[in-house]
């Protein structure tokens, strides 16, 4: 039996997996090359972010508490360029899209013709600003 108030942080909104260590990383490290203030209200969304796809999707909605401050800058992917490299071939890019100002999908836009498994690893991944 629990005494006295809950502390916020015990609470969840939000349903499904938390993110792998690399799913996390991954957009941790898009987002921190952004504005501060963006950036921030960002990395609190992504602190609380979930999602119901599987670890080795592509593609990965995500879903962040309601209680975190929604950032005010436009639907679709935030600007950012993340390419992937392996072995010094380019594959692709990987996008995070924003939707009513909050996280809501990390993509991995591939150029090859055979399909990875996994998302890349960070150390695969070049990222800068637009």
């Known amino acids: 039996m629990l005494h006295g108030p809950i502390e916020p942080a015990l609470l969840s909104d939000v349903t499904g997996r ?3 260590t690399n799913e996390h990383d991954l957009i941790q490290a898009m987002i921190a090359v952004l504005p501060p203030k963006i950036a921030d209200q960002l990395g609190r969304q992504l602190e609380t972010a979930h999602t119901n ?3 080795s999707s592509l593609q990965l909605s995500l879903a962040t508490s309601d209680d975190v401050e929604p950032t005010d800058i436009k639907d679709g992917p935030i600007d950012v360029v993340a390419r992937v490299f392996v072995n010094g071939d380019y594959q692709g890019e990987l996008l995070v899209f924003v939707t009513a100002g909050k ?7 591939r150029v090859t013709d055979t399909k990875p498994t996994t998302l890349p690893h960070l150390e695969s991944v070049q990222i800068e600003p637009v």
């Open 18 to 20: 938390p993110l792998s």
């Open 53 to 55: 796809d599987s670890p």
């Open 103 to 109: 996280l809501s999908l990390l993509e991995y836009a």
